[in-house]
């Protein structure tokens, strides 16, 4: 009796807060009916927060529809589908804002079609699709609002979603559109088996099944992000708010390559991504017949792109600007981060700091690209090398050095390799208004950018290099790059 007291008060304290803050806005629209539709959206926006909003430390049996602190999601569990969908607040402060009752913000999008909106755009606001089915219905709920009688198979009915998006049947469309409020993407799934898996065990009923649902997967994200035989014949939806996008390389590959195997209408244009996470590098277009720069199957992705992090080096080499040519160059590209492994080929290590200096000295980048993180990323020898040297991170208190222990540590070890030498020459001969920053960064940076995209917040937390570091990755690089040239001088 007690507990079902102590929920009823906090449903009412939430109420009381509610009906405060209509009450505050009634005298500024005199000449208006007291109705929900006449209140500015911003406004709308705020009520929903704080009504949806989860009381602090609940207990009980209600605490988890109540909206407990979200559990943070692995590297490949499914938190996009529609009672998972991760949302951010309109906060910027540091601290996190609550999480989100969402039994009340169903009730809320169930009074009327403008709280209805504002719900959507809530709860829709940061999505991660990891798996095969909430990227399928995901897509399939965007597309149907966003155009009447759409399928994903736009350009062949033998699409691999052709069957599992049909026709929607005529109706109004639902409103809102789904998507419309998206400001931030995760698409990532397992990629394809490779085809000589059949001979390493794999039965080829599991091979032919696990191409499907990559292709599936593909599709889906095509749709999403208007690329590929799958791209929709509206513009998509997604686009129009989409700031952040955190995909894998080879979902980006397979729509490039799907997109140049077969015809279809030319893209939408439509606002852009400006951040872009990949997990490693994007492989250049091999064919011979290869479009050119201008009309590269990504091109429409990388129009307003200004923020590019790939998060670990490739299993196989390449070269960083092969990644900028998949994305016809970036031309609005402003900050850029690249990794490459210590203890690596020396060839391909003097090659990576030639092929920066290339891009960072080609007339495109002119002018342009102002901040180039260049993250030495630890092997597997550190952990035992750390065991080994207990005490190679010092201890930051006694000589007032900003870095932690274990960045201390991280550069400890990687300051005496040819990688870190290369780059660190390179820095050192680069003309402003370009800054080369030459960072220690752990070899799980990518498993750290799905964890950050998948928490609340305005903002995408791109200093993913680093455990415990948090903030503008650009921002801490150029201070820690002020700072190593400091004690190389000294």
């Not at 913000?105 to 719900?119: C, E, F, I, N, Y």
């Not at 191409?211 to 095509?222: L, T, V």
């Not at 960083?320 to 210590?342: I, K, Q, V």
Request: proline share 11%; with cysteine.
């Amino acid at each position: 009796m007690r507990r079902r007291s102590s929920t009823v008060t906090k449903t009412r304290a939430r109420s009381v807060s509610v009906s405060t803050a209509l009450a505050l806005c009634r005298p500024c629209f005199p000449n208006k009916a007291a109705s929900l539709e006449s209140l500015p959206t911003e406004l709308l926006f705020h009520i929903v927060l704080l009504a949806a909003a989860a009381p602090p430390n609940p207990t009980g049996p209600h605490a988890r529809r109540l909206g407990s602190a979200p559990r943070a999601p692995a590297a490949d569990s499914d938190s996009a589908d529609e009672s998972k969908a991760e949302s951010d607040s309109a906060s910027s402060s540091a601290a996190p804002p609550p999480p989100l009752d969402r039994h009340t913000l169903r009730a809320l999008a169930l009074t009327s079609r403008a709280l209805a909106a504002v719900a959507h755009a809530v709860l829709y606001r940061a999505v991660s699709l990891h798996e095969l089915a909430p990227a399928e219905r995901f897509a399939r709920t965007v597309l149907a609002g966003a155009h009447r009688g759409l399928t994903l198979a736009a350009a062949s009915s033998s699409s691999p979603v052709a069957l599992t998006f049909p026709f929607f049947p005529p109706g109004p469309l639902p409103a809102p559109a789904l998507g419309k409020s998206t400001t931030r993407l995760v698409l990532s799934a397992p990629p394809a088996p490779p085809h000589n898996a059949a001979s390493a065990g794999t039965s080829p009923a599991r091979l032919r099944a696990a191409h499907e649902r990559a292709q599936r997967f593909g599709a889906a994200a095509g749709a999403l992000l208007a690329l590929g035989p799958a791209a929709p014949s509206a513009p998509s939806p997604v686009l129009a708010a989409l700031r952040t996008l955190v995909v894998q390389a080879h979902v980006l590959a397979h729509l490039a390559r799907a997109a140049h195997a077969h015809a279809h209408a030319p893209p939408h244009v439509v606002p852009a991504p400006s951040e872009l996470i990949l997990d490693t590098c994007l492989p250049a277009p091999a064919a011979p017949d290869a479009p050119s720069t201008a009309d590269a199957p990504l091109a429409p992705l990388a129009a307003r792109l200004t923020h590019l992090v790939l998060a670990r080096p490739p299993q196989k080499w390449a070269r960083p600007s092969a990644s900028l040519a998949a994305l016809a160059g970036a031309p609005a590209l402003t900050h850029l981060a690249l990794a490459r492994r210590a203890h690596a080929n020396e060839d391909n290590d003097a090659e990576f700091a030639r092929d920066v200096a290339a891009v960072l000295s080609s007339p495109a980048r002119a002018g342009t690209l102002t901040c180039v993180v260049l993250v030495v990323q630890a092997d597997a020898a550190y952990a035992a090398w750390r065991d080994a040297h207990p005490d190679a991170g010092g201890d930051p208190a006694e000589d007032g050095d900003a870095r932690d222990e274990e960045t201390r540590a991280l550069e400890a070890y990687l300051a005496p390799t040819h990688i870190w030498a290369r780059l660190a020459a390179l820095a050192r001969d680069v003309a402003p208004p370009a800054a080369v920053c030459v960072v220690p960064g752990r070899g799980d940076a990518w498993p750290r950018a799905l964890r950050n995209a998948a928490r609340p917040g305005p903002r995408f937390d791109s200093a993913v290099f680093l455990e415990g570091q948090s903030g503008d990755l650009w921002e801490w690089a150029r201070t820690y790059e002020l700072g190593r040239r400091a004690r190389e001088a000294w």
